[in-house]
């Protein structure tokens, strides 16, 4: 196991844990009418942002889910895929700030709702 480190690591980190959502029972549903070539690249620069210092993402998070008729399973849900990707692929302090940064993104985002 390696330490996030670069751009390459956070789209590793990013496909492995969409390659997850798509296919979990209770989060599959969000994203059936996605456009993932559009998607991923900005959640790569959202990770890249948050782990890296990368500038680009300008997109409020926050914001883009209110649409949404999340619940808190969901957000478990999302939480526990994001942080077993983490955990299956990397450690390290990168690795820690990315379980911390998705708890606070998925804690905000709830919390609108």
């Known amino acids: 196991m390696k330490q996030i480190e670069s751009l390459v690591d956070v789209e ?25 070539e559009h998607h991923l690249p900005k959640m790569i620069d959202f990770w890249a942002f948050v782990l890296l210092d990368k500038a680009g993402y300008t997109t409020d998070v926050t914001q883009k889910h209110a649409h949404m008729r999340l619940k808190t ?25 990315a379980k911390q940064r998705a708890f606070v993104v998925g804690w905000t985002i709830q919390s609108k709702h």
Request: charged share 25%.
């Open 12 to 36: 590793l980190l990013v496909n492995s844990f969409y390659d997850k959502v798509v296919v979990d029972a209770i989060l599959s549903p969000f994203f059936e009418h996605l456009d993932f």
């Open 73 to 97: 399973e969901h957000f478990d849900a999302w939480l526990h895929l994001f942080n077993e990707t983490v955990d299956e692929l990397f450690i390290g302090e990168k690795a820690e700030l």
